[in-house]
């Protein structure tokens, strides 16, 4: 991806006139982009690993393998929240890590931290660079130095096993190159997060990642059948069977542990035949709680589309709903989108099943163009997030998950946590939300805010932030579905699990990270 910027160049296109009108007459900004660095120009902090440090990691990977070149720094110098970004395009010295080694395997990771952990280098795992909750600060801490340990040439399909339905990929294939790989075979995983086309297995397993299409095939945590993970002590093999009573599971330890308890090499997921074919059906509902109670229906029905979600009305009428009319009946209230995949005959019994459930519920049948649409662009919404940074509007994303019951209740204070501590100056702030995931007790909520940035653009969402995070933990939500922890909801994470849990995992984390090189700074209070 770019350095300062969501994705790939060619997905960075100019904001649109009528948006720009837009933007000048709500927020009171002119729309014009404001000039951006070249990566060249954008000095770092000087490299802090000694020569002896650096002949170290050379004798593990070789030399060719270690770079303390300014690229190579550079595009691991973080993630790709906002803040992030902001920081990036500031002026003054970037931090970054001090070197980007690429090993080759397992076996290459392993002696990597041994190596680290002897001579006080932390180490940040680094697969596609997507994080947006500060997952990836080169956090030096008390150590020497920090180094980034991309996993990139872990990049094979090692074992596809098509009688028992599951594949054994390495870590740093992409998501596009493991649909790749598996669709060769016949086979998907089925795992589309908006993230998709750069953020890896190795990420998704290790942040709990959820896809899209979770109603069909569920979180990235349900399809893991095992992992190898290399840790400073020694290697994990977790998994011998698809359900075992033999204690604790530890893979659901190491699945959201965000590297800073050992480092994911090789996951076997659990993958399915590519689909036969897929149906699309777009319902719009008078309001939001019409439409979440109609979600809540199908999926406590069993009925649940691949695909389901719902968005409330501010977010149907700016980003989803289209001009005039849409199937006959006119876009309004809130836009739900489903979509089915399977055999024809599977997807026939779903959708007529869960046609007619949503339509009792009170949802108007839209036909299928609506939800095509969402789905051909349904990866794109970052580049629109980067547009608008560049003509000084702040545009961000947070999410949480709560009990069907409780919904209500936690969209309407963190949507007022929000609207309030971003209106402070009396500039206008929109909140948008959706319903994404969805599950038989509850569901998540996914929040856009959108506000003219003020004159300290990082603190201004900081303080936002802080607020829709108290309100959370207050309102009885998660303070993440699917975003992780990081650094950014690292203050929260003691009223997530309370101070034994604490405990838990600290007593986890020393006994496989003594000397605590792995990802300092993040997830463990």
């Not at 000039?35 to 954008?42: F, M």
């Not at 150590?143 to 980034?148: H, L, N, Q």
């Not at 996993?151 to 094979?156: A, E, K, P, S, Y």
């Not at 009925?303 to 968005?311: D, E, K």
Request: net charge negative; glycine share 12%; charged share 20%.
């Amino acid at each position: 991806m770019v350095w300062d910027a969501w994705g790939s160049p060619s997905g960075h296109k100019p904001l649109p006139d009528k948006i720009r009108g837009l933007l000048a007459q709500v927020f009171g900004v002119s729309g014009e982009p404001v000039t951006r660095r070249d990566e060249g120009d954008v000095p770092l902090r000087d490299s802090a690993l000694t020569p002896d440090q650096h002949a170290g990691l050379d004798a593990v990977v070789g030399a060719e393998h270690v770079s303390i070149g300014h690229r190579d720094r550079l595009l691991r110098a973080g993630g790709k929240s906002t803040p992030d970004l902001l920081r990036r395009r500031a002026d003054g010295t970037q931090d970054a890590p001090d070197a980007v080694v690429f090993p080759a395997d397992h076996a290459e990771v392993l002696a990597l931290l041994e190596y680290c952990s002897a001579n006080r280098i932390a180490v940040v795992p680094f697969g596609g660079g997507t994080s947006v909750v500060g997952g990836l600060d080169p956090v030096r801490g008390a150590f020497d130095a920090v180094i980034a340990i991309d996993l990139g040439r872990l990049n094979d399909l090692t074992e596809m096993d098509p009688i028992s339905g599951t594949a054994t990929l390495g870590a740093g294939l992409s998501g596009p190159q493991a649909e790749e790989l598996l669709g060769k075979q016949g086979f998907s995983l089925g795992h589309f997060p908006q993230s998709f086309e750069f953020a890896t297995i190795g990420g998704f397993a290790a942040t709990r990642s959820s896809g899209q299409a979770s109603a069909g095939y569920g979180r990235f945590d349900d399809m893991i059948e095992r992992l190898r993970i290399a840790t400073p002590t020694g290697t994990l093999d977790l998994g011998r069977a698809p359900a075992s009573a033999a204690g604790p599971d530890l893979r659901e330890l190491f699945s959201g542990s965000e590297g800073t308890l050992g480092i994911i090499t090789e996951v076997t997921l659990r993958v399915h035949p590519v689909p036969e074919t897929t149906a699309y059906q777009a319902w719009s509902f008078p309001d939001f709680t019409t439409g979440a109670n109609a979600l809540r229906t199908v999926i406590q029905t069993g009925a649940a589309p691949t695909v389901m979600r719902l968005s409330d009305e501010a977010e149907t009428g700016l980003n989803l709903a289209r001009a005039g009319d849409v199937g006959g009946a006119a876009v309004g209230g809130c836009l739900a989108v489903t979509t089915f995949e399977g055999t024809a005959a599977h997807v026939a019994a779903r959708s007529a099943e869960a046609h007619a459930l949503l339509l009792a519920a009170g949802g108007t049948a839209l036909g299928e163009q609506p939800a095509a649409e969402w789905e051909h662009g349904r990866f794109s919404a970052p580049y629109l997030r980067d547009a608008l940074l560049d003509v000084g509007i702040l545009c961000e994303t947070l999410e949480t998950a709560t009990s069907w019951s409780n919904l209500a209740d936690l969209k309407a204070k963190v949507t007022a946590a929000l609207v309030d501590s971003l209106t402070e100056g009396g500039a206008p702030a929109l909140v948008m939300c959706h319903i994404s995931h969805t599950y038989p007790t509850g569901a998540s909520l996914y929040f856009t805010i959108v506000a003219k940035q003020g004159a300290d653009p990082i603190a201004q969402w900081a303080r936002a932030k802080r607020a829709a995070g108290d309100a959370i933990v207050a309102a009885s939500g998660t303070i993440t579905h699917h975003h992780a922890i990081g650094a950014d909801h690292r203050p929260w994470m003691t009223d997530e699990i309370g101070d034994l849990g604490v405990q838990v995992l600290r007593a986890v984390k020393n006994a496989v990270d003594p000397a605590g090189i792995l990802n300092p700074g993040k997830l463990i209070p």
